[in-house]
């Protein structure tokens, strides 16, 4: 079955240190890929996506590529802000079941000044 | 942009006692869920919920739990007889009519829910 294999937390980052935040799936069908962040007190929000191999989603300095022959989503951005700490979904949605999204386990990032 | 609303935030109970736990959807979305997260694991599917009928519903929500849209606004989760094993965040989401696989959820800010 289809599932999301992320990067274990929790992660923590002085200001302006490089991110990256790895993520791997399995699907049957033609996934999209999902990046969710959830701030604190808050509810998941996209980050951003990616519909198809090759495809770069990106937002607010954040960024990830659909590579299909590694089967990854790895999110990263150059310089981390304290505004940025947060907790980071990966997920997938897959043409064969189009109705669910299958989320990995969130990585915790903490910015530090 | 528009929102999610779910209450409460948190949400304590005694094993064996039912819980409802609400939320209110976008208003012109068509397609509910409900996903929960365990302290440390995945982020689960529950259950979805189109056209005032379940449409999937995973191996967890089994005759203990129910989703109803009591009044064309709410969405709720209710567990009959809650267990330990119940006690997780609970997210509720919707989605606008299309139902693409690239199409994004709106997710609330959940409900935590402690079974003592």
């Known amino acids: 079955g289809d599932s999301v294999t992320q990067m274990e937390g929790p992660v923590t980052l002085s200001e302006e240190a490089f991110l990256t935040i790895n993520c791997t799936y399995t699907?049957?069908?033609?996934?999209?890929l999902f990046w969710y962040v959830q701030y604190p007190g808050e509810g998941l929000q996209l980050l951003l996506k990616?519909?198809?191999?090759?495809d770069k989603g990106s937002n607010k300095g954040f960024e990830a590529t659909y590579r299909k022959e590694t089967t990854s989503f790895h999110l990263e951005k150059g310089s981390v802000q304290v505004s940025d700490s947060a907790v980071y979904f990966c997920?997938?949605?897959?043409?064969?079941?189009?109705?669910?999204?299958?989320f990995g386990t969130g990585t915790s990032l903490t910015v530090i000044p | 942009e528009p929102e999610v609303t779910q209450t409460p935030s948190h949400q304590v109970t005694q094993m064996g006692q039912e819980v409802i736990l609400r939320c209110v959807p976008i208003?012109?979305?068509?397609?509910f869920y409900w996903y929960r997260q365990i302290l440390g694991q995945k982020v689960e599917f529950l259950v979805s919920f189109y056209n005032n009928e379940i449409s999937e519903k995973s191996e967890i929500f089994d005759d203990q739990f129910s989703v109803e849209r009591p009044d064309g606004s709410n969405f709720t989760l209710k567990i009959r007889s809650t267990k330990l094993e119940d006690s997780a965040m609970y997210f509720c989401?919707?989605?606008?009519?299309?139902?693409?696989?690239?199409?994004?959820?709106?997710f609330g800010s959940g409900t935590q829910l402690s079974v003592l």
């Open positions: 990616a519909t198809k191999a090759d």
């Open positions: 997920a997938l949605s897959d043409t064969n079941t189009g109705n669910q999204f299958y």
């Open positions: 699907a049957t069908g033609y996934p999209s």
């Open positions: 989401a919707s989605r606008p009519q299309t139902v693409q696989s690239n199409e994004k959820l709106f």
């Open positions: 208003s012109n979305h068509l397609y």
